[in-house]
């Protein structure tokens, strides 16, 4: 039984540009793809190992597999779209390593923060904001809309409270003002929201 090499190139994932449906659906497939080969090289390893007569219960012995890079600069965009690859990424039995570069913005925060082992480089800007609305209509559909942003408000807040060391004061003042709030890859670090600058 022949086990393949992992082609380490073809565990990156580079995401450049919105966080829109499609791009977070090519990434998604991409975990996915990896997952699946992952598990089947585990089992053709765990099939060699018990053909070889080890003394040893060898679907007992943990192989780490090589992580899953995702290069990431985005000024934000969807909520849904983020949130679909924030959880694909949290529930990826690969790990998925994240490096940040220019700019981590908006949605950008919540998929870095999916990751847990994020690094940026030193001139990469980070950006937290309250999500917008485009609400228009009717008064009963235009308030169904704004109910449906404060519900995702309240995701991509919440996310960023427990995953980081920003103080609740510091997102409430955010959300209070309705300002963007800039900041730096030192800054960055010491709220917790990377793990290593570059």
């Not at 765990?46 to 053909?51: C, E, G, I, L």
């Not at 000024?75 to 990424?89: E, M, N, R």
């Not at 003002?177 to 709030?181: G, I, S």
């Given at each position: 039984m022949e086990i393949k090499e992992i082609d380490l190139k073809e565990r990156t994932i580079t995401i450049f540009n919105d966080v829109e449906e499609g791009t977070m659906a090519?990434?998604?497939?991409?975990?996915?793809?990896?997952?699946?080969?992952?598990?089947?090289w585990i089992k053709n390893v765990?099939?060699?190992?018990?053909?070889s007569g080890a003394k040893f219960n060898p679907s007992k012995i943990d192989i780490e597999m090589p992580h899953i890079q995702i290069l990431l600069s985005t000024?934000?965009?969807?909520?849904?779209?983020?949130?679909?690859?924030?959880?694909?990424?949290k529930n990826s039995k690969t790990e998925v390593d994240i490096t940040c570069f220019g700019k981590i913005m908006s949605m950008g925060?919540?998929?870095?923060?999916?990751?847990?082992?994020r690094k940026a480089y030193r001139n990469t800007t980070f950006m937290i904001h309250e999500g917008s609305s485009g609400a228009i209509g009717k008064v009963s559909d235009m308030e169904d809309s704004i109910d449906e942003s404060k519900r995702l408000n309240d995701i991509?807040?919440?996310i960023i409270e427990s995953e980081t060391k920003i103080p609740k004061a510091k997102l409430d003042e955010i959300r209070k003002?309705?300002?963007?709030?800039y900041f730096t890859a030192e800054e960055a670090l010491e709220y917790g929201l990377i793990?290593?600058?570059i």
């Open positions: 090519t990434a998604i497939e991409k975990i996915f793809q990896i997952n699946r080969e992952d598990e089947e765990q099939n060699v190992m018990a053909a000024y934000g965009g969807c909520v849904y779209d983020g949130l679909s690859l924030y959880d694909a990424i925060i919540v998929l870095l923060l999916a990751s847990k082992t991509y807040f919440g003002r309705r300002k963007d709030w793990t290593e600058i």
